[in-house]
């Protein structure tokens, strides 16, 4: 089975949508605890609730990567992320047995795209992310990294990484906006 996380109910196709890439793909992983991580996007998120107008493609924040054994570990790089991301925010995960012109991608484990559209063969409703997301690691399917487990230097890597980030975010307000927003110190 390939999955494919939304919060967008009742689709019964997938189409191709532009990404942080440029390119027009449907993302699925053939393990469904890795996509619990697309029920809810960061940037989006915080700019809704913060009453920022964006009119434009959201850009997306992944903060995640994988262990050796490819086990996703998502990485809070501020406090509280994952609860202020995923806490009570619904979604669809939906399932394809078979996808054309499927290409794995091999730096995301497990992880393939398509350009051409997908039909659903099953669609499961999860209420909310975030205990989905718990459940996962409870049952060793995924890691949460919590922002106080970061050691110094992967701070000092966050500070780094996000200062960069906001500068080559120049055409993506919503971006910069949420960087600020949660990286106030650094700005």
């Not at 939304?6 to 997938?14: G, I």
């Not at 012109?101 to 409703?125: G, H, K, R, V």
């Not at 996000?162 to 919503?174: H, M, N, R």
């Amino acid at each position: 089975m390939f999955f494919h996380a939304s919060p967008v109910s009742n689709l019964k196709r997938l189409t191709p949508h532009i990404s942080n890439h440029g390119t027009p793909l449907i993302y699925f992983s053939t393990k469904r605890e890795n996509v619990l991580v697309y029920l809810s996007n960061a940037v989006e998120k915080c700019c809704r609730e913060s009453g920022f107008y964006h009119d434009g493609p959201w850009k997306k924040w992944g903060s995640y990567g994988f262990t050796k054994d490819g086990i996703l570990v998502l990485e809070e790089y501020y406090p509280d992320a994952t609860i202020e991301t995923y806490q009570s925010v619904s979604g669809y995960i939906y399932s394809a047995k078979t996808i054309r012109d499927a290409i794995p991608l091999s730096d995301i484990p497990f992880t393939f795209t398509t350009s051409a559209p997908a039909s659903i063969d099953e669609c499961e409703y999860v209420p909310d992310a975030y205990e989905a997301l718990l459940k996962a690691e409870s049952e060793g399917r995924l890691i949460l990294h919590s922002f106080a487990q970061n050691s110094r230097e992967k701070l000092e890597w966050i500070c780094r990484s996000v200062k960069s980030e906001y500068a080559q975010a120049e055409g993506c307000p919503d971006y910069q906006f949420f960087l600020r927003s949660k990286f106030p110190n650094l700005f």
